[in-house]
């Protein structure tokens, strides 16, 4: 069975701090896929980054970044420099062919205040 | 942007009454999907649709649902005969290849059954 843990429930940063949220996946699949999810407050589910088991490099995307270790089976989020806007729940999610669907964690919600 | 169009944003049903909530997924998407949100907790696998059938379908999806795809282009979710837990907001989303894409949500439909 799939499943993904974000332990951190509530994170309250000051505009211009980075934040890094964390996810930690379980599967016993060796070909997966690991996703973060946005949603604003207007409720939406917006896709922002994704990753596949086989390439473990890390990037970084603009103001996001994000780091994959298949050892730890973790999947982190950095956002820098974090904007009142990026203020919303961020969920990480995995994709495995046996299982046909997307399961996502709990959920992290990101207040960015001024 | 190709987007998943789903109506009505918000609709209210008294228990019991059966509700039909719509979902016309990207064109060229073959995998569609429903998932719930139960106010301010994580999101919910319910059912995939690929190749005109269901592949599969969570423990919460039971015999009081039912999705179809009638024309080939709108997929819906029916609820037989609400109950006041299914009160939640629903999202369909599509994908053309999950795995490499992830999935595109739409926007959602609160449906509040009191």
């Known amino acids: 069975a799939q499943k993904v843990t974000q332990a951190q429930t509530e994170i309250s940063v000051v505009e211009k701090e980075d934040v890094t949220l964390d996810c930690v996946y379980e599967?016993?699949?060796?070909?997966?896929?690991l996703f973060w999810y946005k949603q604003p407050p207007s409720g939406e589910l917006v896709f922002l980054i994704r990753?596949?088991?086989?390439?473990?490099q890390n990037e970084i995307s603009g103001r996001y970044s994000w780091n994959f270790q298949k050892s730890t089976s973790s999947f982190n989020f950095t956002i820098t420099a974090s904007q009142v806007v990026d203020s919303a729940v961020y969920f990480c999610a995995l994709f495995t062919g046996g299982g046909n669907k997307l399961t996502f964690g709990t959920g992290t919600q990101l207040k960015v205040e001024l | 942007e190709p987007e998943v169009t789903q109506t009505p944003s918000h609709q209210v049903t008294q228990m019991g009454q059966e509700v039909i909530l719509r979902c016309v997924p990207i064109?060229?998407?073959?995998?569609f999907y429903w998932y719930r949100q139960i106010l301010g907790q994580k999101v919910e696998f319910l059912v995939s649709?690929?190749?005109?059938?269901?592949?599969?379908k969570s423990e919460i999806f039971d015999d009081q649902f039912s999705v179809e795809r009638p024309d080939g282009s709108n997929f819906t979710l029916k609820i037989r005969s609400t109950k006041l837990e299914d009160s939640a907001m629903y999202f369909c989303?599509?994908?053309?290849?999950?795995?490499?894409?992830?999935?595109?949500f739409g926007s959602g439909t609160r449906l509040t059954v009191v």
């Open positions: 649709f690929y190749n005109n059938e269901i592949s599969e």
């Open positions: 064109s060229n998407h073959l995998y």
């Open positions: 599967t016993r699949d060796t070909t997966y896929y």
């Open positions: 989303a599509s994908s053309e290849a999950p795995q490499y894409y992830g999935y595109t």
């Open positions: 990753r596949n088991s086989f390439d473990e």
